[in-house]
């Protein structure tokens, strides 16, 4: 594609300076008005092909968002904190995890058998945050088993120090980077309350967060110092952690 795009920049230059070989030859060759005429296709195509995507992805949201409204009425959840409707709040939470060209993954906090709602919402980002941490943690701890299995037995008790730490660390990074959407409440019916936080994160500050833990945990790790390099591209690699269990 970018040769194509050179060759047809090379023609519009060539014809406007009127240079007679290399305009002959770029107007008579065959293959030349084969790709341009490719490349006009493809130009014309595209947009078409990003709408039906986003078309597509608009009636999947639709339909989550009615069977996720359907569950918070019949389950008795209601909007916590906002004077926005819970209809509202959670289109535009579909709307910001659909948002095209950007890397966004939900997480859920909760909390429950609390009295004080503070401490209550509270509890759910910490929760998210752990949620997190754990996932990281395992995703990690996964690929070093797999693909450094020759060294792993003789530095088993060092790496698991280093997941230790690296959870730990990977929990307190990403709590500044989870940015809340909505949260929802529920009455218990003894005083105390249930609750949902709903997060949303992006991969490339996540990525940040556990990269800037693992430099940390690394510190204390002669495992994780040895194999840094195999480390560290275990920690840069992306995942979902709403597709984690």
């Not at 023609?11 to 006009?40: C, E, G, I, R, W």
């Not at 859920?108 to 990281?136: C, D, E, P, W």
């Not at 500050?205 to 945990?217: G, Q, S």
């Amino acid at each position: 594609f970018r040769l194509g795009c050179a060759y047809y920049c090379k023609f519009a230059a060539v014809k406007s300076h009127n240079y007679p070989n290399d305009y002959h030859f770029l107007q008579t060759s065959t293959a030349m008005k084969k790709l341009m005429m490719l490349l006009l296709a493809c130009c014309m195509m595209m947009p078409a092909a990003f709408a039906q995507n986003s078309k597509a992805m608009q009636k999947a949201l639709q339909k989550e968002y009615k069977t996720k409204m359907k569950e918070f009425k019949k389950e008795g959840w209601k909007l916590f904190g906002s004077s926005r409707s819970l209809d509202v709040a959670l289109l535009s939470h579909y709307e910001k995890l659909g948002r095209e060209g950007e890397d966004n993954y939900e997480i859920v906090g909760t909390s429950s058998q609390f009295k004080s709602k503070n401490v209550g919402h509270q509890r759910a980002l910490n929760n998210a945050a752990t949620i997190y941490a754990q996932q990281a943690g395992r995703k990690v701890k996964g690929r070093i088993v797999s693909d450094l299995a020759g060294y792993y037995d003789d530095a088993k008790a060092e790496f698991d120090n280093f997941y230790a730490a690296y959870e730990s660390l990977v929990e307190k990074e990403i709590n500044g980077e989870l940015q809340e959407s909505f949260s929802i409440i529920r009455e218990n019916g003894n005083g105390t309350y249930e609750m949902q936080t709903f997060f949303i994160i992006s991969e490339s500050a996540a990525t940040r967060a556990r990269v800037r833990a693992y430099e940390n945990a690394a510190k204390e790790s002669a495992a994780a110092q040895k194999y840094a390099k195999q480390v560290s591209d275990f920690v840069n690699e992306g995942f979902n952690p709403s597709a984690i269990d």
